[in-house]
Antibody
Framework: QVQVVQSGAEVKKPGASVKVSCKAS????????VHWVRQAPGQGLQWMGL????????NYAQKFQGRVTLTRDTSTSTTYMELRSLRSEDTAVYYC?????????????WGQGTPVTVSS | IQMTQFPSSVSASVGDRVTITCRAS??????LAWYQQRPGQAPKLLIY???SLQSGVPSRFSGSGSGTDFTLTISSLQPEDSATYYC??????????FGQGTKLEIK
């Protein structure tokens, strides 16, 4: 069965970076895009970007351009989200989600979420 | 593309029929999905392509609409349906956006 498991909670200081992992299993990893979505406390969902695990191509939301990098390791079926120059507004739960593929842009399996707290 | 949901919150009784609306700032064809998020949990896909039921989702959930106006309907509300519901446009690859959410409470 499809499973998506994320790394644990993080606490960072302003200006630092965070790297969150997302390990997939139960399906052919390179055949489905992976998206990252975040949710600030009490707020809605915000799409951050996607990665094509096959070739490593990425697309980012304009809001995060230059501050976020998505990568993948096909040997371990894991994708990574690194966010740099953290500020308090980046405090949120970060989710990875698999793209259903048909239709594209619909997220059918989600990780459990990784809380990231940015505080001095 | 901006997504607007209404109402922002709704309260209904078990067995009621509930409808949530989502409006897009431009036409989406049928590239619209609905998600359910219970407190402390990740979102769960309910409906894709505006009206297709995701596998494993109860048949009391249904979606309709095309273009700019879409609805999610729960035909007979159950206690476990207490959650926040989000619409999401999948039309403008890869700039996906969500509605602000509708919180559904059981009376």
């Amino acid at each position: 069965q499809v499973q998506v498991v994320q790394s644990g909670a993080e606490v960072k200081k302003p200006g630092a970076s965070v790297k969150v992992s997302c390990k997939a299993s139960g399906y052919p990893f390179t055949k489905y895009y992976v998206h990252w979505v975040r949710q600030a406390p009490g707020q809605g969902l915000q799409w951050m970007g996607l990665i094509d695990p096959s070739g490593g191509n990425t697309n980012y939301a304009q809001k995060f351009q230059g501050r976020v990098t998505l990568t993948r390791d096909t040997s371990t079926s894991t994708t990574y989200m690194e966010l740099r120059s953290l500020r308090s507004e980046d405090t949120a739960v970060y989710y990875c989600a698999r793209d259903r593929g048909s239709p594209r842009g619909t997220f059918d399996y989600w990780g459990q979420g990784t809380p990231v707290t940015v505080s001095s | 593309i901006q997504m607007t949901q209404f109402p922002s919150s709704v309260s209904a009784s078990v067995g009621d029929r509930v409808t949530i609306t989502c409006r897009a700032s431009q036409g989406l064809s049928n590239w619209l999905a609905w998600y359910q998020q219970r407190p402390g949990q990740a979102p769960k896909l309910l409906i894709y392509a505006a009206s297709s039921l995701q596998s494993g989702v109860p048949s009391r959930f249904s979606g309709s609409g095309s273009g700019t106006d879409f609805t999610l309907t729960i035909s007979s509300l159950q206690p476990e349906d207490s959650a926040t519901y989000y619409c999401q446009q999948a039309n403008s690859f890869p700039r996906y956006t969500f509605g602000q959410g509708t919180k559904l409470e059981i009376k």
